[in-house]
T-cell receptor, first 110, second 114 residues
């Protein structure tokens, strides 16, 4: 059974600092990885997707993938209070749908 | 309407009631999904449809019955639910079932079973 593990937090980061969110997964053949952001009472929205080993940058967000270690991370630079949310790591896709972790609750302290 | 819409947004039902959740996507996608999000548990995939055909039933109890009349609409029919079925039910869609396809989520229906 596929599993995705995340530290549930809360992770508290000062405004302007770098927030680092981590995720490990069990399925060695996983090819696609997604980070979703979910505000309280709202639905998940995609932040980043990554498919190849290495880093992928989009604005203040950087996703990092290491398939050998079965590890994927999300870095948020210059953290803002509006970044406070739960961040969901997911893998899979296709006909099997996505397998999600429980999410990490991130708090950006002004 | 844009994106993925879901109705109703909130639903309270007794264990003997029958109700239906509706999802509509306005993105021209071919694949649609139902997920369940319970407190302190990960999002759980329930059903997957591709071009109106069900391609995945993730061991969901028969008191949940999906229906996909066309690629734009997805229903989840509910009957004789249990209190532990109280959760946020999320619908999602993607262009197709490719592994790199992004799934877009609707706002969800928050269900309370009394």
């Amino acid at each position: 059974q596929k599993e995705v593990e995340q530290n549930s937090g809360p992770l508290s980061v000062p405004e302007g600092a770098i927030a680092s969110l981590n995720c490990t997964y069990s399925d060695r053949v996983s090819q696609s990885f997604f980070w979703y952001r979910q505000y309280s009472g709202k639905s998940p929205e995609l932040i980043m997707s990554i498919y190849s080993n290495g880093d992928k940058e989009d604005g203040r967000f950087t996703a990092q993938l290491n398939k050998a270690s079965q590890y994927v991370s999300l870095l948020i630079r210059d953290s803002q209070p509006s970044d406070s949310a739960t961040y969901l790591c997911a893998t899979g896709g296709g006909a099997d749908g996505l397998t999600f972790g429980k999410g990490t609750h991130l708090i950006i302290q002004p | 309407e844009t994106g993925v819409t879901q109705t109703p947004r909130h639903l309270v039902m007794g264990m003997t009631n029958k109700k239906s959740l509706k999802c509509e996507q306005h993105l021209g996608h071919n694949a649609m999904y139902w997920y369940k999000q319970s407190a302190k548990k990960p999002l759980e995939l329930m059903f997957v449809y591709n071009f109106k055909e069900q391609t995945e039933n993730n061991s969901v109890p028969s008191r949940f019955s999906p229906e996909c009349p066309n690629s734009s609409h997805l229903f989840l029919h509910l009957h004789t639910l249990q209190p532990e079925d109280s959760a946020l039910y999320l619908c999602a869609s993607s262009q197709d079932q490719g592994l790199q396809e992004t799934q877009y989520f609707g706002p969800g229906t928050r269900l309370l079973v009394l």
